[in-house]
C-alpha cells in the first residue's frame, strides 16, 4: 500500500519513537513533580519548548504545547477574541477548517459576535481586497489558515497581517499543514497568534504546538493547576512535546534540503496529461496552480463518483480520501470546493492526495499511473 493521506495524519516517524518512548515508559515523571523523575519530565519539557521556539524564531516563553490543531485554533480565536473586545467581529476566510469555523459560531452564539467571511476566488486564494473592505475597528479577530488542508492553496498570510494590524486586530493563522513544507519563522514574523499540530509530521497524535506574541493577550480556555504560566493548565505531557520538537526539526532539515518539492508538480502534470489525452473533460485540478505547497494534490474527476475513485485507488494499492477527515461522518460536499464555487455534483468527485517529503519517488510514479488508469476505468464502464 502506498499512503497519500498525509493532510489526514502522517505517519509516525521513527526519530521521534525513538526520542519518546523513554518518556512514555522509565522517564514517566511528571514535570511538575519536585524529584529526579519530575525534574527529568522538566528538561525534557523544556528542551522541547526551546527547540519550536527556535524553529518558529521566537521567544521560549511564547511557545504553549496543546492537544493539537483544533485546542490551538479554538484557544487562538475565542481566547484572542474575548481578551481584544475593542469590536464584536472575527473574520476568518471561507474555506477554514471547522476547529475555526465552529470557534467564530461559538462566538457568535454565546458571546454575542459577528462572524464574518472572506471570500476567496475559483483557486481557493483569500480576496485581499475583499480582506481589506471588512476588516475595520470593530474586528477583534481575523483567522485565516496559511495553507488550505483540501487544495494545498498558499494564503497571503503577509498581506492579510499587515491589514489586520493596521485596524488594531489580532492575526491568527492556522499553520496546520504549512509545517514541513514552509518556512514557518517567515509566518510566525507576521501574527500575533500560530497553531500547529503533531500528527501531521510526524509526531504524535494529540500533541500540538500554539505560539501567542508577546505583544498580544490570549485568555485561556483551560483553567486549573496554573501550567504553562497558567495559559495551558493541565499536566504537562513531555513526550507528546519532545515528539513535536523532534518532527519539526526534522521538517526543517528535510525542507531545506528540498526533499519532495517536485512530487506535487509531477502528480499534476502527468495526471492532467494522461487524462487529458485519453479524453477531455476527465479531469480538474483544484487550488491554486503555482501558489500550494507540493505535499497536497487535488482533482475533481466530472465524470465519476468521488468515492468510487477512492474505493478503487485503495483495491489498486493507494490510500487517499476525498477531502478533510475532520467532519466525522458527512455525507455533505466539501464546504471548501463550494467556496470556490464548484457545484454539489462536481465537489462530490473530489480525490485528495497528499503526502510527506519522505515519499519515495517510485511512490509518486506508481499513484499517478494508479489515479490515471482508475479513472480511465471507471469512465469507461460507466
Known sequence: ?????????????????????????????????????????????????????????????????????????????????????????????????????????YLAAIHGFTHKLIPVDEYGMVDVRAAKDLIDDQVALVSVMSVNNEVGT??????????????????????????????????????????????????????????ISHRCQVLPLLHGGGQQGGQRSGTENPAASVGIARALQLCAEQRQQGAGDSYGNYLIDRITRELEAAAPGLVQLTGHREQRIGGIVSFVFP??????????????????????????????????????????QLAHTAVRLSFTRGTKENEISQVASAVVATVKSLVAGA
Open 303 to 344: 465524470r465519476t463518483a468521488g468515492e468510487t475513485v477512492l474505493i478503487e485507488l485503495e483495491r489498486r494499492g493507494v490510500l487517499c480520501s476525498s477531502g478533510s477527515a475532520c467532519s466525522a461522518g458527512s455525507t455533505d460536499p466539501s464546504p471548501v470546493l463550494t467556496a470556490m464555487g464548484y457545484d454539489e
Open 154 to 211: 498558499i494564503q497571503p498570510i503577509r498581506e492579510l497581517a499587515q491589514l489586520a494590524h493596521d485596524a488594531g486586530a489580532l492575526m491568527h493563522t492556522d499553520a496546520v499543514q504549512a509545517a514541513g513544507w514552509l518556512d514557518l519563522a517567515e509566518l510566525a514574523s507576521h501574527v500575533d497568534v500560530l497553531s500547529l499540530s503533531g500528527h501531521k509530521i510526524g509526531a504524535l497524535k494529540g500533541s500540538g504546538a500554539l505560539y
Open 1 to 105: 500500500m502506498i499512503y497519500m493521506d498525509a493532510a489526514s495524519t502522517a505517519p509516525p516517524r521513527q526519530e521521534v519513537l525513538d526520542l519518546v518512548t523513554p518518556l512514555l515508559t522509565s522517564n514517566f515523571g511528571n514535570p511538575a513533580s519536585r524529584h529526579e523523575l519530575g525534574h527529568q519530565a522538566k528538561r525534557a519539557n523544556d528542551w522541547a519548548r526551546a527547540q519550536v521556539a527556535s524553529q518558529l524564531g521566537v521567544g521560549d516563553s511564547e511557545i504553549y504545547f496543546t492537544s493539537g490543531g483544533t485546542e490551538g485554533d479554538n484557544t487562538a480565536v475565542i481566547g484572542g477574541a474575548l481578551a481584544n473586545p475593542r469590536g464584536k467581529v472575527v473574520l476568518s476566510s471561507a474555506i477554514e477548517h471547522p476547529a475555526v469555523m465552529e470557534a467564530c459560531a
